[in-house]
């Protein structure tokens, strides 16, 4: 049994650590409510009157609002369409053996290992050559290529932890293949596929690199947009505070609402 002071000690740890990980969004946020006089002022203001000036100035830029809708409309298609493709492909990797699977499987990991600035400029002549810049689609192609492979490797796993008897008992019941990936599978397999859901919709709306060169003007993202105000001789830093905040709530949101299937272990007690 653990002493008093060794709980103590290691809540205190987990308080500090929580406390470091935390004071980034903590100074971003207080920040968004700050002039550029209290943002600069040393020592920092820790108690100060808050003001919306900020985000009345981004949310009055039409640059930033069309920005935040195409990052929008950009991650949930991407993130719908991973989840698509790349469930019914973990389902045939986790239950099903054929030739080139394991190559295929090391093809999905590896694909991660490939540096974006790599691929940037090759992706940029086939846009082009497509017709396809400054649009939501070769965003939305170029996010599938490193989305669907996470989609598969996270869900991957989640169906092969699914206790095979399950499916076994349901061919009995005379369920096709369809039926018992609809039934089984995919409401077993929702703590992964959330978590999967949750990384795409990350990666995708906070992606710059292929948002920065395959867009112009019409189709900037939100992370573009809170780039270009770092230029000339003053940083807005209140802006680009209340940028960052902005940026940051949606993906907030989406993980509060899927954090319910989350917690694995679905299947401990299933019965047919």
């Known amino acids: 049994m653990r002493s008093k002071s060794g709980i103590l000690l290691h809540a205190i740890g987990l308080v500090l650590i929580i406390a470091f990980s935390l004071f980034p969004f903590y100074w971003m946020v207080s920040s968004s409510f700050k002039t550029q006089a209290q943002i600069l002022a040393s020592p920092p203001q820790w108690f100060f009157t808050p003001t919306l000036q900020n985000y009345a100035d981004i ?101 092969k932890s699914i206790p095979p008897d399950l499916e076994q008992a349901a061919r009995l019941d005379g369920a096709d293949q369809f039926t018992i990936f609809r039934k089984i599978y995919l409401p077993l397999g929702a703590p992964g596929i959330a978590v999967s859901a949750i990384f795409s919709f990350i990666f995708s709306w906070n992606e710059l690199l292929y948002a920065l060169v395959l867009t112009r003007r019409n189709v900037q993202t939100a992370p573009v947009v809170a780039t270009s105000f770092m230029s000339g001789y003053e940083l807005p830093w209140g802006k680009i505070m209340a940028t960052g905040t902005v940026i940051v709530l949606p993906v907030t949101i989406f993980a509060l609402i899927v954090s319910r299937h989350m917690v694995r272990g679905l299947t401990m007690g299933a019965t047919k």
């Open 59 to 159: 949310f009055a830029d039409a640059k930033v609002v069309n920005a935040i809708i195409n990052s929008l409309i950009v991650a949930t298609s991407t993130t719908l369409l991973a989840v698509a493709l790349g469930t019914p492909a973990a389902f045939a990797l986790a239950r099903y053996e054929f030739k080139g699977k394991s190559d295929l499987w090391f093809w999905f990991i590896s694909n991660r290992m490939t540096s974006p600035i790599v691929l940037a400029l090759p992706v940029y002549l086939i846009a082009m050559y497509a017709n396809l810049l400054d649009t939501h689609i070769v965003l939305i192609l170029i996010y599938l290529t490193f989305n669907v492979p996470i989609v598969v490797w996270i869900v991957t796993d989640q169906f």
